[in-house]
């Protein structure tokens, strides 16, 4: 493979180390506070400074469905590249490679299209340290992981993704290098790296931006040479493979400026490429700001806070209301990525000692109604289970069970549904809560009881039941971890 003078195009870092020290990073941050008006307006003066005018633009709305793939943990399609130290064919060593590859993503397309995926995210391609199985451990980041594959092997996936009208996102990492990277021991890339020590305080922004994140090395993205390298880097994976779009790892540790010019250099020559950065932060006034950088979208890291503090034993509902006021800070909220689980955080289904199965249904209720780009964790659909990292990472079993059939239902909802863009909430309690969604002629309306007991609603309109067709009028009687889609008469 032809190397350009940089490369690096992975995001995600996370090892279960690096899964503790994000828990540890936002454990102030994930309280969720009801924000004011003028928060939006302080955010939008603080981020005009910034030297680029980047136009957000690009093929993604809030009608598109993101699956999120980790490539090791999917599926083999290619035995021949399974002969290496690091790999286990004994499903239960979660930390050593386990086979999945890009043949058996393509493999697997129709399987994705069936499930409404417009866009794949896969995480890190580039090549990693031993056991970097999740692709955060950069090793060389001009070559391919040959664990996965080929060059060759990702560009067939682009390509056939693409047949089907599904777009390819790939992970990509500025923020760190492996731990035993090459350039560590190069002296003429001694000023490439902070080498500041670990993070120990995530309220210093200091450390935040230039200390060592899980004891990563901190790259040094205000020099010169190592902004060019990257800039360069990105432009040739883009050219190189085709991709739709990036997902970009760790966004808070690296400056903001940093990520401005980066966004203003990609768009300038594919002004239509998507960029989504993962903002592990739950102030929606701080992801907004990253709009103004130049992302397109964010993980809205503020809506999965109340999700998860919502569908859970003794959750409240009142944590959503809040999320769901809050996303007003942003100038378009739909276009924010909002999910229920990821490699980072433990399953919806695991959360919980009990009840998890219901949980998730909800769950799944609300983001494939919610007005903004869904993104499904591998094996969501049929409700893979795990904890944290790394039981959150299993590898992913191919069934169509009861939560699959369920999932699909709420697909043809959505796909009925996907100019229904106006929210409201109709009543809440921190035993329940009812969404009303509109497109300005028709509604419908959602209500979720996450308590044990049941539940009566008062109704002003007259609904019928999207799946059991039952007319409803006047009061919803709501059964425990109950969960009704209403259509407005």
């Keep these: 493979m032809k190397k350009l003078s940089i490369i690096l195009m992975t995001l995600l870092l996370f090892s279960c180390q690096?899964?503790?020290?994000?828990?540890t990073a936002d454990e102030n941050n994930n309280v969720i506070v009801e924000e004011n008006?003028?928060?939006?307006?302080?955010?939008?003066?603080?981020?005009?400074?910034?030297?680029?005018?980047?136009q957000l633009k690009?093929?993604?709305?809030?009608?598109?469905?993101?699956?999120?793939?980790m490539i090791d943990r999917f599926n083999d399609g290619d035995l021949d590249n399974n002969n290496f130290e690091d790999y286990s064919d004994n499903h239960e060593d979660l930390r050593h490679y386990l086979g999945g590859d890009f043949k058996g993503i393509t493999e697997k397309l129709d399987y994705i299209k069936g499930l409404g995926a417009t866009a794949i995210w896969i995480t890190p391609v580039v090549d990693n340290e031993p056991f970097g199985y999740h692709g955060y451990w950069t090793s060389d980041f001009e070559a391919v992981n040959p664990h996965f594959g080929s060059m060759e092997d990702l560009k067939e996936l682009v390509a056939e993704a693409h047949k089907r009208d599904i777009k390819i996102l790939l992970d990509y990492v500025?923020?760190?290098?492996?731990?035993?990277?090459?350039?560590?021991?190069?002296?003429?890339k001694k000023d490439w790296f902070h080498a500041k020590g670990d993070i120990t305080n995530y309220n210093d922004k200091d450390q935040l931006l230039n200390y060592n994140l899980a004891g990563l090395p901190d790259l040094n993205t205000e020099n010169p040479q190592v902004k060019d390298y990257f800039f360069n880097n990105v432009m040739w994976w883009i050219e190189e493979t085709g991709v739709d779009g990036l997902r970009l790892d760790t966004v808070k540790h690296v400056p903001e400026d940093y990520w401005n010019e980066f966004a203003y250099i990609i768009k300038s020559t594919y002004p239509d490429f998507f960029l989504l950065g993962e903002v592990?932060?739950?102030?929606p006034s701080y992801l907004a700001g990253f709009n103004e950088v130049g992302f397109d979208s964010v993980t809205n890291f503020s809506i999965y806070n109340g999700i998860k503090d919502t569908f859970k034993i003794y959750g409240d509902a009142n944590k959503l209301k809040i999320a769901i006021n809050n996303d007003q800070k942003f100038d378009d909220f739909t276009m924010n990525s909002i999910f229920l689980d990821n490699h980072d955080v433990s399953r919806l289904i695991s959360r919980t000692s009990k009840h998890g199965t219901e949980y998730l249904y909800q769950g799944l209720t609300f983001?494939?109604?919610?007005?903004?780009?869904?993104?499904?964790?591998?094996?969501?659909?049929?409700g893979l289970e795990g904890k944290d990292d790394p039981e959150n990472r299993n590898m992913m079993t191919f069934i169509q069970n009861d939560t699959y059939i369920y999932y699909q239902t709420l697909l043809e909802l959505r796909n009925k549904t996907r100019d229904f863009k106006t929210v409201s909430i109709l009543d809440v309690h921190s035993d329940y809560i009812v969404l009303e969604y509109t497109n300005g002629s028709e509604s419908y309306v959602t209500a979720?009881?996450?308590?044990?007991?049941?539940?009566?609603?008062?109704?002003?309109?007259?609904?019928?039941?999207?799946?059991?067709?039952?007319?409803?009028s006047g009061q919803l009687i709501l059964q425990p971890l109950e969960t009704r889609i209403l259509w407005q008469e």
Excluded: C
């Design 280 to 283: 592990f932060h739950s102030s």
């Design 448 to 472: 979720f009881n996450i308590s044990l007991y049941e539940k009566t609603i008062t109704l002003e309109n007259n609904y019928t039941d999207y799946f059991t067709e039952e007319q409803v």
């Design 174 to 188: 500025v923020n760190h290098t492996g731990y035993q990277h090459d350039w560590l021991n190069d002296p003429d």
């Design 367 to 382: 983001i494939m109604t919610y007005p903004s780009i869904p993104v499904i964790y591998y094996g969501t659909e049929i």
């Design 58 to 69: 690009s093929t993604f709305s809030n009608e598109d469905l993101i699956y999120f793939i």
């Design 37 to 54: 008006v003028e928060t939006k307006e302080t955010v939008q003066e603080e981020t005009s400074r910034f030297e680029f005018d980047v």
């Design 18 to 23: 690096d899964q503790a020290a994000n828990n």
